[in-house]
Every structure is written in C-alpha cells, then in structure tokens.
C-alpha cells in the first residue's frame, strides 16, 4: 500500500511539524502538528484512503465505470481525481450546506456532482443508490469491503508520523466526521503495546460520536451547520463503530468559535489549517483540564483551509 501511494503523482510525506509555544501553553513536553494540507496534490489526507480503495476497485472492474460517493468536500473531491487518473467517471452526491466553492473544485476534477436537499446522511443514501460503483468511507451491514480498503490507506499517515516522531507519542487527537480515519488510528495504536492516548474531536452540532459513546450503542444525531463542513456527520460508520467504541479514550465536541480561533492560532505559526484541521487544537484545549499530565502529543490537522 505505502509502495502504490509512492508511485502516485505529487507524492511526498506530509510534514511534521513541531510547536513549541502551542506545547508551552497546554502543558504538554512536546506538541507536534500533521499537517495535510497538501496530499497527493489536494488539501487533504482523504486521497490516502480514496486512492488504495479505488484501486482495488478498479481492479474487479470490467471497462468503464462511474465511481459514486457522497461528500461533505474533501473525500468527494478524492475520489473524483482517481477516476480522472484513472479515465473514468465520477459521480458525486453533496449536501446542500456544502459551500459553492467545495463543489466547484469537485466539479473541476470533471465529476458530475448532484446536490441533495438535506444532510450528508441524507447524501450517502442517494449515492448508495446510484448507478455506478459506490466507493464511500461510511460501512453499513452488506457493504464493508470498501470502506476497510479506505481505512487501510489512510494508515500510510499514521506509519508516517512513527518515522518521523521516532517514538510512539503520549496523546493523538483525531477529528472525526464518521469515524474511518479514527478507526485508521485506533487500528494503528491498538495493534501494538503502547501507552499512546486518542482523543476524538467533533463539532457539537454533529456529535455523532460522541453521543454514541454516552449511549453505549452506534447512534443517529440531527446536524446542523458548521465550518468544519468534513465533520458534519450524523451517524457513525456500522464498520469503524467497534473500533471507535473500544480505542479511544475520550471524545469531545468543540464550537464553530473555538475551532475558528484554533484556525487563527495556527495561521499565525505558518500551519494553515482549515477548520476540519484546527478541530485537533480546539479539542485538545477543550478537554485539557481532563488528560493530566502529557508527554508528547501529535494533533493531526486534517486538511489545509479552502
């Protein structure tokens, strides 16, 4: 997997960059932030996981195809560039609150893109019933081969930040929309004895996560409107749900003026986050009077700002 996202164009390890004043301010030995705001060529790290699972579908794909998915933005936009790359077709399937500027750059990777009147939950169904084949980072019973081909090839990240880190950190915190990418770094820690903390961040207007934690069973919110537009979901995926259960060690569910004011912070230390990103600090500041002592910490910064 690490070998076919080397052989991709514009491949580079992300950086890792280290933020003294940010570690001074929280208390923390070492802070350290993995900046995705640029991947494979996009502002994102979900070419990671649209790229390997493309891949694998393309390979039991018999001519042309359309790949279908539904996106709040950045996945979208993924899977829309392999198709390109791979001269097929790509369908895309947003919610309404996605910003204009978000479906012109999915659409500028010559994709279709039909937008829903309704939510991201309400944009999955449409995609799941599309023509084509789906490729979506959200499992549900019957479809889960695609979604664990996404979850693998976003561990390229966290094999990433063991190199360039040179040791397992004390704290990761993980903004989370469905949870696949946490289920990535759970996966990743979990596999291995390690002391290494997770912390999910959500936006307390789509805390999907988080209420399912309180409740002890995978569970449905309403979502409104937030600028971490990525994170605006209101069902937990059935096949992350396991791991998003029994990995972490704390979630927490941040505002739309906290994440903005984490935006600003990083902007102003050259890591130019978009609020999917800047989610990290604003969790870990929300929940810092609960974590104790910390040692090292790695806030993974999602995307880069539109």
């Not at 933020?19 to 705001?37: I, M, Q, W, Y």
């Not at 749900?241 to 050259?270: F, K, T």
């Amino acid at each position: 997997m690490r070998d076919f996202h080397a052989g991709l164009p514009d491949h580079a390890p992300t950086p890792l960059t280290e933020l003294p004043g940010l570690a001074a301010e929280l208390g923390a030995g070492r802070l350290f932030v993995k900046d995705e705001s640029s991947r494979l060529g996009l502002p994102a790290f979900k070419a990671l996981g649209a790229s390997w699972a493309v891949h694998q579908v393309l390979k039991q794909a018999q001519g042309q195809v359309t790949l279908t998915t539904a996106t709040d933005g950045n996945h979208g936009r993924a899977v829309a560039r392999m198709a390109r790359l791979n001269g097929h077709q790509a369908h895309v399937f947003v919610p309404s609150a996605v910003p204009p500027h978000a479906i012109e750059a999915i659409r500028q990777e010559n994709a279709r893109v039909t937008v829903v009147d309704g939510t991201y939950d309400d944009a999955v169904a449409q995609a799941a019933r599309a023509e084509g084949v789906l490729v979506q980072d959200m499992g549900r019973p019957g479809y889960e081969q695609v979604p664990a081909w996404i979850v693998e090839g976003y561990a390229t990240l966290c094999h990433e930040i063991d190199e360039q880190l040179g040791e397992d950190p004390d704290l990761v915190v993980i903004p989370v929309g469905v949870g696949s990418f946490a289920q990535a770094v759970i996966t990743h820690y979990r596999s291995r004895e390690t002391n290494t903390r997770l912390l999910a961040v959500e936006p307390d207007t789509a805390a999907c996560v988080l209420t399912s934690l309180r409740a002890g069973e995978l569970t449905t919110v309403p979502t409104g409107t937030t600028i971490m537009a990525g994170l605006n979901c209101g069902t937990p995926s059935t096949t992350s749900w396991p791991y998003l259960s029994n990995g972490l060690d704390g979630a927490v569910a941040i505002s739309d003026e906290q994440c903005a004011e984490a935006m600003r912070d990083l902007h102003a230390l050259d890591v130019h986050s978009g609020p999917c990103g800047a989610a990290s600090l604003a969790g870990l500041r929300t929940a810092r009077a609960d974590l104790g002592e910390l040692g090292t910490v790695v806030l993974i910064s999602t995307e880069g700002r539109p």
